[in-house]
């Protein structure tokens, strides 16, 4: 089946400091991805909707100079934590629709782990 | 506004089937159910989905009732490997498409 990777799968890194998280689709193309974050033992929340070619999509709250997500080409979208604080230590999944209609193809990615010290 | 209500926990034997409701009172006429589930620290996983009728596929089986008011996901033999938090997401057509919102779930605990 389609598979969405990320990487780092964890990354611990200083405050203060930048971090980049990718996420590819690795059997299809994307134009849309979705970026979630996940606090300990709370539920999945959407930051932001990555559409490639054009600007990302915020959700309310969310701020987009922290979080600056790039979708350069149909398989691959980052998300920058620019000058992370401990506050943003938590889980990032990205997801990535294959189809319009139904979510049952929508596919999400392992997860990336950050911790900010 | 959430728009399903659902159990917190729920311990199941293993081996057993385990029955997994979920409340969706206010649901429109063209939105469907879906279920995702999510393994300790991984991405969510999708079950199954439905709009009126009774669906079964390898993982699950989706029993909607037919005022569309609620519905049950039946894992027929549950194993330890599905030990997870299992969310109901009710998601219109209209909704951007692919976009889902997550609640609070149900803690599902298997035990031998």
């Given at each position: 089946?389609?598979?969405?990777?990320?990487?780092?799968?964890?990354?611990?890194?200083?405050?203060?400091?930048?971090?980049?998280?990718?996420?590819?689709?690795?059997?299809?193309?994307?134009?849309?991805?979705?970026?979630?974050?996940?606090?300990?033992?709370?539920?999945?929340?959407?930051m932001?909707?990555?559409n490639?070619?054009?600007?990302?999509?915020?959700?309310?709250?969310?701020e987009?100079?922290?979080?600056?997500?790039?979708?350069?080409?149909?398989?691959?979208s980052?998300?920058?934590?620019?000058?992370?604080?401990?506050?943003?230590?938590?889980?990032?999944?990205?997801?990535?629709?294959?189809?319009?209609?139904?979510a049952?193809?929508?596919?999400?990615?392992?997860?990336?782990?950050?911790?900010?010290? | 506004?959430?728009?399903?209500?659902?159990?917190?926990?729920?311990?199941?034997?293993?081996?057993?089937?385990?029955?997994?409701?979920?409340?969706?009172?206010?649901?429109?006429?063209?939105e469907?159910?879906?279920?995702?589930?999510?393994?300790?620290?991984?991405?969510?996983?999708?079950?199954?989905?439905?709009?009126?009728?009774?669906?079964?596929?390898?993982?699950?089986?989706?029993?909607i009732?037919?005022?569309?008011?609620?519905?049950?996901?039946?894992?027929?033999?549950?194993?330890?490997?599905?030990?997870?938090?299992?969310?109901?997401?009710?998601?219109?057509?209209?909704?951007?498409?692919?976009?889902?919102?997550?609640g609070?779930?149900?803690?599902?605990?298997?035990?031998?």
């Amino acid at each position: 089946g389609a598979v969405v990777s990320q990487h780092p799968s964890r990354v611990i890194c200083k405050s203060g400091t930048s971090v980049k998280i990718e996420c590819r689709s690795l059997d299809f193309q994307a134009t849309t991805m979705f970026w979630y974050r996940q606090f300990p033992k709370q539920s999945l929340m959407l930051m932001a909707t990555s559409n490639e070619g054009s600007k990302a999509t915020y959700e309310q709250g969310v701020e987009k100079d922290k979080f600056l997500i790039n979708h350069a080409s149909l398989t691959l979208s980052t998300l920058t934590v620019t000058s992370a604080h401990p506050e943003d230590s938590s889980f990032y999944i990205c997801s990535a629709p294959g189809s319009r209609v139904h979510a049952d193809t929508q596919y999400f990615g392992p997860g990336t782990r950050l911790t900010v010290l | 506004d959430a728009k399903t209500t659902q159990p917190p926990s729920m311990d199941c034997a293993e081996g057993r089937a385990a029955n997994l409701p979920c409340n969706h009172s206010t649901i429109s006429g063209n939105e469907y159910v879906y279920w995702y589930r999510q393994i300790h620290s991984q991405g969510p996983q999708y079950i199954i989905h439905g709009l009126k009728n009774n669906e079964t596929n390898e993982m699950a089986s989706l029993i909607i009732t037919e005022d569309r008011k609620s519905s049950t996901l039946i894992l027929p033999h549950a194993t330890l490997r599905d030990t997870a938090v299992y969310y109901c997401i009710v998601r219109g057509p209209t909704d951007s498409w692919g976009k889902l919102q997550f609640g609070a779930g149900t803690q599902v605990v298997v035990t031998p």
